[in-house]
């Protein structure tokens, strides 16, 4: 299977830039992963897509304001520094600009002093191993210094940072949004929730390597990132009742998605679990527990628009998109958003 076979037609003022006003007034495009078939509606009207008993799934990873922006000592030189893993013992994993000039003893500093750092170790791939040096709780210092890590296809400076969090994000650790999820609003998931739909919560801390493209020509040759996950117990007897009892599992984004298939049994059972997960889901792809997904538009040519041809076929796939296009859809982190489902 190729690379190409995934690219598709995007035009360029079709890549949202902002969110909008209202998180859940964004469009949403249902696709029946069986048939084909599409309607166009709403997000605000996704309780019409549900059935009680159902669940939804959810990730909530926050991200990191991982961003930091200083200079290098004693030089003065400008340095942007990308936490992307901690290490533990103040040592961070980090993308550096620039990168030729950063090499091991290197000192760094952020915030007129009030953050220091040393580059302590390059990395296999360029990535950097970078110790911070710091009074008090250095998230708390990250909160006043850092910057929204916002991917690089957004040209346009965020007003308010919260609108790349979902309303229900609470464990920091995300170098980038689950992006599916920023179309809920708190009401949203209350009336959902009152017309007796489970809702749980997972967690996978997203890594930039989303926003990377897959650069093999054969899907096979390309080597997934790994990210950290975990499935509580009670999520994980939720969505065990959810099947037993005939409920349908609707993930809300890849990243809910990709942690529920990592844990799941043959049979698609799950316990309470965590690690690390690098799976890759391309069509050919046997869905253990997921039935239903709820996800932004992808990338051409990236492993999620492979994940999401898994569910619902390539072809669907790719005639949706280019429907999307042709309806002048919202493309990307801030745009609109799909339901694939049955029976739409």
């Known amino acids: 299977m190729k690379t190409a076979d995934f ?17 859940d007034s964004s469009r949403l495009l249902a696709l029946d992963k069986h048939t084909g078939a599409t309607r ?10 549900l059935r009680p008993g159902d669940c939804l799934v959810l990730n909530d990873s926050r991200v990191l304001p991982a961003r930091l922006i200083g200079h290098r000592e004693p030089t003065g030189g400008a340095v942007e520094v990308l936490l992307l893993i901690d290490r533990g013992n103040k040592t961070w994993e980090c993308l550096v600009r620039p990168g030729r000039k950063l090499k091991p003893g290197t000192r760094l500093s952020f915030g007129d002093g009030e953050l220091k750092a040393e580059v302590v170790e390059v990395c296999e791939g360029g990535n950097r191993l970078v110790r911070f040096e710091y009074e008090g709780i250095f998230l708390e210092t990250l909160e006043r210094l850092g910057k929204m890590p916002l991917p690089p296809y957004i040209k346009v400076e965020l007003n308010d940072p919260e609108r790349y969090q979902t309303v229900y994000s609470r464990e920091v650790g995300s170098a980038a949004a689950p992006t599916a999820g920023l179309h809920f609003t708190k009401d949203l998931l209350c009336q959902i929730e ?16 989303t926003f990377r493209p ?8 390309h080597e997934m990132h790994s990210e950290y996950c975990m499935i509580s117990a009670e999520t994980a007897e939720t969505i065990n009742r959810t099947r037993r009892e005939g ?23 799950l316990k309470e679990s965590a690690g690390w997960t690098n799976i890759f889901i391309y069509p050919g792809y046997r869905f253990k527990v997921l039935d239903g997904l709820i996800t ?19 072809e669907h796939i790719l005639a949706a998109y280019r429907e999307a296009v042709e309806q002048r859809y919202r493309f990307f982190s801030f745009g609109d958003a799909m339901f694939i489902g049955d029976q739409i």
């Open 7 to 23: 690219d598709f037609y995007l035009p360029e003022e079709l890549i949202a830039q902002t969110p909008l006003e209202r998180r």
């Open 40 to 49: 166009h509606m709403h997000f605000f009207d996704l309780p019409t897509l």
């Open 194 to 209: 009152k017309m007796g739909v489970h809702i749980c919560y997972v967690t996978l801390h997203v890594g930039l390597g």
């Open 214 to 221: 897959v650069k093999e020509e054969d899907i096979l040759d």
């Open 247 to 269: 409920g349908r599992v609707i993930c809300v984004g890849t990243t809910s998605c990709r942690t529920i298939e990592s844990w799941a049994a043959e049979d698609g059972t």
């Open 296 to 314: 932004n538009f992808h990338l051409p040519e990236s492993t999620l628009i492979m994940l999401v041809s898994a569910l619902a076929g390539r």
